[in-house]
């Protein structure tokens, strides 16, 4: 614990904290999309069921920190390129999550997808569960490398992830209605997964991408859109009103029902 009497610990933890949030943005985004899928009485379950899976991932990953470092030695090569177990898994969770991002946008434009469609294919519960643990898994590596290499101490590591995904916690669920609410947004959002899946593919392959450029991109998208959204409630007719004010009753209705 010496290192709570030592300042440049504490700014370590306060600018680790702020990275693990930001690198837990696409976290957020994933599991708010899977989980939009579900009934509505279990998406909040799922987001907190994989957050939680999240931030056990990272704490054990933490906690084999010997086991991490291991992952970068190369175990063989490929068009001259030392590929390593980090590797391996950076590039299969980059096209798991290129398939998935191109699949939910396939569906969401030609696709008929509505709440009714999404009950009517029953969706599993565990499936979703399942696919937000194999992403964690690919997130926690990146956030982990990224701890270790930023804090000496495994005590601001372990509470820089707890604090982030608390935080992740509070704010998945207003994030979550508010994309499943403004169709562009999730369509924006599913486009930032595939910038996503691209850059751990490259990352994969040595080709390394500065996330601040990734995350400026998103940003500005973001921005751009909000401006849009308010344009758009500016000039909303007395009929699409109304039909929103219905939508969002009839929400409110269905979680105090369940």
Do not use: C
Not at 8 to 20: F, G, R
Not at 123 to 134: E, Y
Not at 241 to 251: A, P, S, W
């Amino acid at each position: 614990m010496e290192w709570i009497t030592n300042p440049s610990a504490w700014i370590a933890l306060l600018t680790l904290t702020t990275l693990e949030i930001v690198l837990g943005i696409d976290n957020i985004i994933f599991i708010s999309i899977l989980s939009s899928k579900l009934p509505d009485h279990q998406q909040g379950k799922a987001r907190q069921i994989g957050l939680i899976a999240a931030l056990g991932t990272r704490i054990l990953l933490l906690l084999s920190i010997s086991w991490v470092v291991q992952l970068t030695t190369p175990l063989f090569t490929a068009f001259d390129i030392g590929i390593s177990g980090r590797d391996l898994i950076l590039l299969s969770g980059g096209l798991f999550l290129l398939w998935k991002a191109t699949h939910e946008i396939h569906d969401n434009l030609e696709g008929h997808v509505s709440k009714e469609s999404a009950d009517a294919k029953d969706v599993s519960f565990g499936s979703i569960i399942a696919q937000i643990a194999v992403l964690d898994i690919v997130f926690s590596l990146d956030s982990v490398i990224t701890a270790v290499g930023m804090a000496d101490d495994l005590a601001v590591m372990i509470i820089a992830v707890v604090i982030a995904v608390g935080i992740m916690l509070f704010a998945a669920t207003p994030l979550s209605e508010f994309v499943n609410e403004h169709p562009t947004l999730k369509i924006l959002a599913l486009s930032f997964l595939l910038l996503i899946g691209l850059s751990l593919v490259m990352e994969g392959l040595h080709q390394h991408i500065s996330k601040g450029y990734i995350y400026f991109a998103m940003g500005f998208s973001v921005f751009v859109e909000i401006l849009n959204l308010r344009v758009k409630a500016k000039t909303a007719n007395p009929v699409q009103l109304r039909t929103r004010y219905v939508k969002q009753e009839k929400k409110e209705n269905s979680k105090a029902t369940s």
